[in-house]
């Protein structure tokens, strides 16, 4: 089973920019559609951003046009590019794949990203 490995993020002020990396454990050429998510304290985890093998892309009404996420299966690696970055996207973000699996055991430990000033 493919563990992965968030990084990346941080504190931010409003208006700046992160790029968060995902890290596979083994190959994702044969995960259809991976994705970024993210919780906050009390809430569900929730899909913002998800893309396809073959590079077709959806994301959540209130990132789009800030977030772009990319992949890189020869190196087994995801990426997530935040731009204009909110105080609401302060959050725990976490790649895998989509839908995401119900094991606790099968989420890395994410990656803090504070938007603050």
């Known amino acids: 089973q493919v563990q992965f490995v968030e990084s990346g993020g941080g504190l931010v002020q409003p208006g700046g920019s992160l790029r968060l990396s995902c890290a596979a454990s083994?190959?994702?050429?044969?995960?259809?559609?991976m994705g970024w998510y993210r919780q906050t304290r009390g809430n569900q985890r929730e899909l913002i951003a998800g893309?396809?093998?073959?590079?077709?892309?959806n994301y959540r009404d209130d990132v789009r046009g800030r977030f772009s996420i990319a992949r890189d299966n020869v190196k087994n690696t995801m990426y997530l590019q935040m731009n204009n970055l909110k105080p609401d996207d302060t959050a725990v973000y976490y790649c895998?794949?989509?839908?995401?699996?119900?094991?606790?055991?099968?989420w890395g430990q994410g990656t803090q990203v504070t938007v603050s000033s």
């Open positions: 895998n794949k989509v839908p995401g699996p119900a094991e606790p055991s099968s």
């Open positions: 083994g190959s994702t050429s044969s995960i259809h559609t």
């Open positions: 893309r396809t093998i073959g590079g077709s892309t």
